[in-house]
């Protein structure tokens, strides 16, 4: 069971806009930053959004991420084929520990 | 380029200790944490602690009494120890950079190993 919990799915078809949320509390979300990966099958995951909305150098401003509160969220547009992958999201806690989210898997129909 | 660059036995056998070592290249351990995250087949990421260069570590709670993480700055590595390991262990294993100077975490990643469990 993971601490911040995700949607296990989601899907959506080419050129629309997809939105992944991630819930967690007062001791994680709510009080530090939040980050977004990417995973392709069988690969290592990468960097997709950084503190809170940042996106590193290479991501396209297709991905932007969101938080308000104790919950943040994941925002694809203009998906495409290659989108399809898991994604995970992340935060500091407050014990002092990285805490992820159980991943959400993205279908492009 | 940053690189990390990992290895370790992949085959294990319930109740022996896991050893694991991420390298890396083309950057230096300095002013970063240095981190393993763990993921069981089919399953999500699981965080197993970090260490800084100067020695300085977090672990997860839940793993916290069979994991330790140190690292060797001469040859800029850091080391993964998990003991008295089960099937509940088996996963790809992963070594990964985080920058407390700009909170760019995890923003490179090991290739990844599988580890496997078995008797």
């Known amino acids: 069971q993971s601490v911040l919990s995700q949607p296990p799915s989601a899907s959506g078809t080419p050129g629309q806009r997809v939105t992944i949320s991630c819930s967690g509390s007062s001791s994680n979300i709510g009080s530090h930053y939040v980050y977004w990966y990417q995973q392709l099958p069988g690969t290592a995951p990468t960097l997709l959004i950084y503190?809170?909305?940042q996106r590193p150098s290479g991501v396209p401003d297709r991905f932007s991420g969101s938080k308000s509160g104790t919950s943040a969220s994941l925002a694809i547009s203009g998906l495409r084929s290659e989108d399809e992958a898991d994604y995970y999201c992340?935060?500091?806690?407050?014990?002092?520990?990285?805490?992820f989210g159980g991943g959400t898997q993205l279908t492009v129909l | 380029q940053v690189q990390l660059q990992q290895w370790g036995a992949g085959l294990l056998k319930p109740s022996e200790t896991l050893s694991l070592t991420c390298a890396v290249y083309g950057g230096s351990l300095s002013g970063y944490y240095w981190s393993w995250v763990r993921q069981p087949p089919g399953k999500g990421l699981e965080w197993i602690g970090e260490?800084?260069?100067?020695?300085?570590?977090n672990y997860n709670p839940s793993l916290k009494s069979r994991v330790t993480i140190s690292v060797d700055t001469s040859k800029s590595q850091f080391s993964l120890k998990l003991s008295s390991v089960t099937a509940a262990d088996t996963a790809a294993y992963y070594c990964?950079?985080?920058?407390?100077?700009?909170?760019?975490?995890?923003?490179?990643w090991g290739q990844g190993i599988l580890v496997t469990v078995s008797s």
């Open positions: 260490i800084n260069d100067s020695g300085s570590t």
């Open positions: 992340a935060a500091w806690d407050d014990s002092q520990y990285w805490v």
């Open positions: 990964a950079r985080l920058d407390p100077a700009t909170g760019i975490n995890f923003d490179y």
């Open positions: 503190k809170n909305n």
